[in-house]
């Protein structure tokens, strides 16, 4: 079994200051985790994935996420917010070697950006 | 990159009629694609999982004869809300599986915003 919690469903933030979006995740083996992002009225866009290699994973625009199993999260971070950083995040997991399926869902993060 | 589209983007339908979406993947071969519905500020909830040239999968909970999923093709999988109510109303997200890249990520479309009045 496989679940995943995001601790924050909003988050604010000011353009120019770093963005954490929390994620921890319970799975009963070493799991594959994703980020995706998810603008308004929009399907959804892959930030970034880990699949068991580095731990810490860059992404697109910007964002990167560590992987520490340790504490069993996955936080997506970036250093400046821009303005266009404005949606809905979602950390996802799923079995290892097997993103094909098997897609949990975590509750997802509404990251408001402030002028 | 792997592109997956919707149709139609955004549909009103009456109560009582049928409405159909269709799932398309562009530039790859999904044998399988899924459908998520997605409440108002809500995560993606798996609806059922559709296998090409089979009958879809079911998630607990999800009315198969409500919401039939046809995947005739290798790039086509249709889900067809019969007798809609407004409780159906709701974001429908469909995703697919590279049949080349089958352990890989899911390519996800941009989602049909269905109304019923």
């Known amino acids: 079994a496989q679940s995943v919690t995001q601790l924050d469903s909003h988050v604010s933030v000011s353009e120019g200051t770093p963005v954490l979006l929390r994620c921890n995740y319970s799975s009963s083996y070493s799991p594959s985790l994703f980020w995706y992002v998810q603008h308004p009225n929009k399907g959804l866009q892959l930030l970034l994935k880990?699949?068991?290699?580095?731990?810490l994973v860059k992404g697109i625009n910007g964002f990167e996420a560590e992987f520490k199993k340790s504490e069993t999260s996955f936080h997506l971070t970036k250093p400046s917010a821009h303005m266009s950083d404005a949606a809905e995040y979602f950390c996802v997991v799923t079995p290892p070697g097997n993103a094909g399926n098997m897609l949990t869902f975590g509750g997802g993060t509404r990251l408001m950006v402030k002028p | 990159g792997a592109v997956v589209s919707q149709h139609p983007s955004r549909v009103i339908c009456k109560s009582g009629t049928s409405v159909k979406i269709e799932c398309r993947s562009l530039d790859f071969q999904a044998t399988t694609m899924f459908w998520y519905r997605q409440f108002p500020k809500q995560s993606l909830m798996l609806m059922a999982t559709s296998n090409e040239g089979s009958k879809a999968t079911y998630e607990q909970g999800v009315e198969k004869d409500k919401f039939l999923i046809n995947h005739a093709s290798l790039t086509l999988s249709t889900l067809t809300v019969t007798s809609a109510h407004p409780e159906d109303s709701s974001f429908y997200i469909c995703?697919?599986?590279?049949?080349?890249?089958?352990?890989?990520?899911?390519?996800f479309g941009p989602g049909t915003r269905l109304t019923v009045l």
């Open positions: 880990y699949t068991s290699a580095a731990t």
């Open positions: 995703s697919a599986r590279d049949k080349d890249r089958p352990t890989d990520t899911q390519y």
